[in-house]
């Protein structure tokens, strides 16, 4: 296997990959259907104005009560809270749509459909379909981080904003290979089409910096189940809390999970092909 | 069907049906569960690292471990999804062959609710009795009194969260955005019903709207309830009159959004 899945533009001796173009023709169609329904584009807005209020309001209760969060001040939370954000944005645009409905197809069998074509089945359920109107979620989660930083009066450097895009880039893909490991589960219990259930219950862990949790929970976000590596990593980057070398580190974290992600869909998919005959 | 001996019969027989049905899908319903009780594990996380410093507001680590205990023991037996079922139904036109039927679709839901609950409730119950038997924090005083007043207040919950669920899900006969609502209302019950912190831990003016409005009853109430927050005489007597009175609002709420819906609903269909 050649190919990347990173959809980065990577050549493959002079030549696009087939696939990249498959993937240009599968969002230009998504984002002209999308385009029709532009009344989603103001209730998608709303709701993430929504979910970013009550996000504020209930950082506002815990620190009523407390003046750092697991040793982080509030300004510092908030600007995790506008990188929380904008990965969610990547999560609904991309993910959600795409690779979160294998476990659907699994279970109905619609997945044939997919291997049947001559392309990178990962790479074509993974980011067949693109709901653009979420990617406003990325540009509000994004303000919000600035401004929280404006608010702490830290200008990030040259340095820790190239260390915030690689450890953000590799947020994306630590929560891509968690998706495709959840997914993977689909090929064993097939009856269970709510997986993506998982993810979300995951996901609510990554809405505060991890030292605010015990100890446990601290060890297994850091080392198991990589929560830390979506939020609180690329937040400390760019606040200065951790320096710049923590961009390195994050994309070595990404690249070993992606590599266990890709191994897994591999072994998932003979079973799959196994059970159908 | 008349009499009770007859309706005992019919919920026998529609209960049993959604028992067999979710048997079926246990191991999503077990996803759900555990989804259902992300959200206040988290919260008493970072309450727990909060209130390391000391007591906040008169809530020590236990009793923020006790209140949330039985937050997702409470939640879980009063949630209700019926919002998201009715507006399938609606749209998708599953409630034709319902409406069909010689019986109001709405005692197929409540059958569903009891099921559901019974099945899930047990669970979480277990669970907190696993935990309580290993950590001292999660225990509760035995008060068998309180127990049972408390039991009260959760089946007034229940029954108010299916009638909110289950009126604005009804709401899907004008709107395609009723589950929206459901969500927005959600959002809100985070802080008012108390589902983000008890309410005694909110700004007064904030937890004062929660005891006017509904939201305290949804949750608030038989959590305190439970742990004995609520103290005896007037405090609990005030709290289960405004149960009653919200729960009286919601079941005629329901009733009018039915009996228009519906009428809208048949000149829709000819």
Known sequence: MTTTTAGRGKREGGRVPRWLHVLAALWRLNVAEELQYRANFFASVLGTVFGIGTALLTLAVFFRHTTRLGGWDYWEVVVLLGVFNALTGVIEAVLRPGIGQLAGEVRSGQLDLVLSRPVDAQAFVSFRRLDIWRLTDVALGLGLAAYALHRLGHVPSALELAAFGVAFASAAVVVYAIWVVLMSLAFWLVAVENLSVLFDALYEGARYPVSAYPGVLRFVFVYLVPIAWTTTIPASALTGRLGPGIGLVAAAVAIAAFALARWLWQRALKRYTGASG | ?270
């Open chain 2, 1 to 270: 069907m008349s009499g009770f001996g007859g309706w005992i019969r019919t919920y026998a027989a529609l209960i049993r049906n959604a028992w067999l049905v979710d048997l079926q899908y246990r191991a999503a319903i077990g996803l759900w569960m555990l989804w259902g009780v992300t959200e206040p594990a988290i919260a008493l996380g970072i309450w727990w690292a909060i209130a390391g410093a000391g007591p906040v507001a008169g809530y020590a680590r236990g009793d923020f471990v006790r209140y949330f205990f039985a937050l997702m023991l409470v939640n879980q037996l009063t949630i209700a999804w019926d919002s998201w079922y009715l507006d399938r139904w609606i749209r998708e036109g599953d409630l034709n062959f319902r409406l069909a039927r010689p019986l109001n679709p709405v005692h197929e839901a409540v059958a569903d609710n009891i099921a559901y609950k019974a099945r899930t409730g047990v669970v979480i119950l277990a669970v907190w009795l696993l935990a309580a038997a290993v950590w001292p924090a999660a225990r509760m005083p035995i008060q068998p009194t309180r127990w049972a007043l408390a039991v009260l207040a959760v089946v007034g919950a229940a029954m108010m969260r299916f009638f909110i669920s289950f009126a604005t899900g009804l709401l899907a006969f004008w709107t395609t955005r009723a589950t929206a609502i459901m969500e927005l209302h959600a959002g809100v019950s985070l802080f008012l019903a108390g589902r983000i912190a008890p309410l005694a831990l909110l700004p007064p003016a904030v937890a004062g709207i929660a005891g006017v409005l509904w939201f305290r009853y949804m949750l608030a109430f038989p959590i305190d309830l439970l742990t004995g927050a609520v103290p005896d005489g007037d405090a609990l007597r005030r709290g289960f009159a405004g149960q009653i009175i919200w729960l009286a609002i919601w079941f005629a709420a329901y009733r009018v959004a039915w009996s228009r819906g519906i009428r809208r609903y048949g000149a829709v269909g000819g």
